[in-house]
């Protein structure tokens, strides 16, 4: 398994700081925001909050399949700083359920891809 690099991380405060004012997508158990990054590629930062479960192996659990999800996702999400604050109802669900959610999540991002202009070579 590898992990991922640092250039696909959200990691300075600066960076979170810029997303409170971003676009936003509700889920079931997930709350994205986002906007256009500086990067080339898609970039994920994580919130889950002692609020979402005391236990810190539930909220690292939920960590590792947001994680999972965005690495087979990532190729094709666009260049966006990405926020997925974790809601109190992702503890203790399945973790194919929380896929399933980020799935929708992941869908309406790719949307937002610009596509190329008809007659030009790649994009």
Do not use: C, Y
């Not at 004012?21 to 970039?43: K, P, V």
């Amino acid at each position: 398994m590898v992990g991922l690099p640092p250039a696909a991380r959200l990691r300075r405060a600066s960076d979170f700081a810029a997303l409170r004012q971003a676009e936003r997508w509700q889920g079931r158990h997930f709350l994205l925001r986002w906007h256009t990054g500086s990067e080339r590629n898609a970039r994920l930062g994580l919130a889950v909050s002692r609020k979402v479960s005391k236990r810190a192996v539930e909220r690292n659990r939920i960590k590792r399949v947001v994680r999972e999800s965005f690495r087979a996702e990532r190729e094709g999400l666009p260049a966006l700083d990405i926020l997925v604050i974790a809601r109190t109802s992702a503890a203790g669900i399945p973790n194919p359920v929380l896929v399933a959610d980020l799935g929708l999540a992941w869908r309406k991002l790719k949307t937002l891809k610009p596509t190329p202009a008809p007659g030009t070579i790649g994009g």
